[in-house]
């Protein structure tokens, strides 16, 4: 079956930009996750759905950050304004119900110029 | 503040020994523990979870949980060179996100 799908797989961008980035769960997995990833860091958590539930925003670094989720499926990750320091790999992952194991995506290389 | 704790290596050993990963966590309460193995330029890929103390084996691959010593470790046995990437231990609490450690990096050599 497939897998989690993001979009884009590359994104450069000028400083200032706002961009978008798209993450396609596992049909029926109820919890989508992102993460970022720095090069050669470890995984940083960003934001947490589950079902209906209100969103798990802990991580998001910064107000320029947001995410969210319709219909219980694709979830848009937004970052407004952009910095140099955002560049990363954003990583999406979906699990079933909310409980563990999670799935990831092939993620997004942002590249802030 | 969870942590978890993995030594960040290399971890160097030759094709066809163990190759043994460890990870310490911090929260008495988590319930679940996770190994990923990312390649370099790749996401994590899922090989191994285990809920219960003790050993949980799959293949060439066992996860044992210290659930007393806050200890999960990882071992491969007979490894290969595509075994070489960097093993990432992970904990969670049940319905929540997971707490990564910074991974370790593998390389076995031919």
């Known amino acids: 079956g497939a897998g989690v799908s993001q979009s884009p797989s590359n994104k450069v961008t000028e400083k200032g930009k706002d961009v978008e980035l798209r993450c396609d769960p596992i049909?029926?997995?109820?919890?989508l996750y992102w993460y970022r990833q720095s090069l050669g860091q470890g995984l940083e958590f960003l934001i947490y759905f589950q079902g209906n539930s209100a969103p798990d925003k802990s991580g998001l670094p910064s107000d320029r950050f947001s995410a969210e989720r319709t219909g219980g499926s694709v979830s848009t990750l937004t970052i407004q304004r952009t910095q140099q320091e955002d560049s990363a790999v954003y990583l999406c992952a979906s699990s079933p119900t909310g409980v563990q194991p999670q799935h990831f995506g092939d993620g997004t290389r942002l590249s802030i110029l | 503040q969870k942590e978890v704790e993995q030594n960040s290596g290399p971890l160097s050993v030759p094709e066809g020994a163990i190759a043994s990963l460890n990870c310490t966590y911090s929260d008495r309460g988590s319930q679940s523990f996770f190994w990923y193995r990312q390649y370099s330029g790749k996401s994590p890929e899922l090989i191994m979870f285990?809920?219960?103390?003790g050993d949980k084996e799959d293949g060439r691959f066992t996860a044992q949980l210290n659930k007393a010593s806050q200890y999960v470790s990882l071992l491969i046995r007979d490894s290969q060179p595509s075994d070489s990437a960097t093993y990432l231990c992970?904990?969670?609490?049940?319905?929540?996100?997971?707490?990564f450690g910074k991974g370790t990096m593998l390389l076995v050599s031919p």
């Open positions: 992970a904990e969670g609490g049940g319905y929540s996100t997971l707490t």
């Open positions: 285990i809920y219960s103390n």
């Open positions: 049909s029926g997995h109820t919890a």
